[in-house]
């Protein structure tokens, strides 16, 4: 019983301590969307989808859960955010040439269509992330408008 007790007094004390050690947060409260909402001029419904379903882990702005502060979860969800931002970053469309937009719009509709995309573990408890099939296809007939204005730009003179 004894070495129970010291493996959980052990534990406890690990717990703690790796709570003083998190990951820095992704927050920026900028106007970090702009471009991106002035370039492809989503509408209101679809603005919001993907505010609900994508910025999370796309941005550079996170909106934690309570549950986001405790290690080992804010180390997995750090992990979750930077992979995503890698993917694409909406905060940065700036910063993308015509052809990398064209092509993660081109992503954008290929997650959605092979659903993919709103992770299911961030969907358990973000209930407004969940998209359903009208929702999916507003926010591709939305991404197949954008890129064609794109593709227009990408034609050789």
Not at 47 to 59: A, E, G, P, Y
């Amino acid at each position: 019983m004894r070495i129970v007790k010291k493996l959980g007094r052990s534990f406890l004390i690990g717990f703690i301590v790796i709570q003083f050690f998190g990951p820095s947060k992704n927050e920026d409260e900028g106007e970090h969307m702009i471009v991106f909402f002035e370039e492809t001029n989503p509408p209101p419904g679809v603005k919001l989808l993907l505010k609900n379903s994508c910025f999370d882990c796309h941005s550079n702005n996170t909106v934690y859960p309570w549950y986001g502060q405790i290690s080992p979860f804010s180390n997995w969800m750090a992990d979750h955010i930077r992979e995503g931002k890698e993917e694409v970053n909406f905060s940065e469309w700036g910063n993308y040439s015509v052809k990398k937009k064209d092509h993660k719009l081109e992503e954008i509709i290929e997650v959605l269509e092979n659903e993919v995309m709103p992770l299911k573990e961030y969907t358990w408890t973000h209930f407004d992330a969940r998209l359903t099939e009208n929702q999916k296809e507003q926010i591709i007939q939305w991404a197949k408008r954008t890129r064609a204005l794109y593709q227009l730009n990408l034609r050789p003179e």
